[in-house]
């Protein structure tokens, strides 16, 4: 048995380890940021986005970092638990390029089409573009495991899929839909840039 076959085993868990940390540190952010807020009469939610208002494009920033109660992050907690290790799976280079990218797309997004007078924030639209990443990568790459993954969560979490329409008042489906829209374009421009980098060589 060769080297690299021993330490297969030993890889594996390092990566699930570590994406279990990160995953794991990310998502202590959302609640100790949700622990200030409450403590400071929820001051950090006026950092939401405000839609088409110069002072509420900093909400692209730090919205999804911030919820309107525990309720709020209790909902997005295990999601974001699941999907984002998963996503860490692949390595921290691909979860960070996939995320900057949904969160990009869905804040900018969010803030040139969501209504006059609103406020959004929460970490659903990483939420939904990161299912989106997942559930659309394996076809972009052509990877049968990847794709079978993708039918996996499909099962266990296509149903939120619905959370893109304007079905339910006071819930932001414009950082639902732009965030599922960042993840199939991280999905297909991080196919495309891997196959590029396969020509090259």
């Known amino acids: 048995m060769s080297l690299p076959e021993l330490n297969e085993p030993e890889a594996r868990g390092s990566r699930v380890s570590d994406a279990a940390l990160v995953i794991g540190v990310f998502v202590g952010v959302l609640w100790v940021l949700e622990i200030v807020d409450t403590i400071l009469n929820n001051r950090l939610d006026r950092l939401g986005i405000e839609p088409l208002q110069a002072d509420g ?3 692209i920033l730090f919205a999804p970092l911030l919820h309107s109660g525990f309720g709020h992050l209790i909902a997005n907690t295990i999601p974001a638990l ?7 799976l692949s390595g921290g280079p691909v979860w960070a390029r996939a995320t900057g990218t949904i969160w990009l797309i869905g804040g900018v997004g969010t803030w040139l089409t969501g209504g006059a007078n609103t406020l959004h924030l929460g970490a659903s639209v990483l ?3 990161w299912l989106t990443f997942l ?3 394996g076809f972009f790459n052509r990877n049968v495991l990847q ?9 266990i979490y296509g ?5 893109v329409l304007p079905t339910t008042p006071g819930v932001s489906w414009q950082g639902h839909l ?7 374009l991280a999905a297909f421009w991080m196919a495309e840039r891997e196959k590029g980098a396969e020509t090259r060589a």
């Open 127 to 129: 939420i939904f573009g």
């Open 135 to 137: 559930l659309l990568r």
């Open 147 to 155: 794709i079978l993954l993708g039918l996996v969560v499909f099962v």
């Open 57 to 59: 494009l900093w909400g």
């Open 82 to 88: 699941v999907l984002g290790f998963l996503i860490l």
């Open 159 to 163: 149903g939120v899929l619905w959370g």
């Open 178 to 184: 732009f965030g599922a829209i960042g993840g199939g």
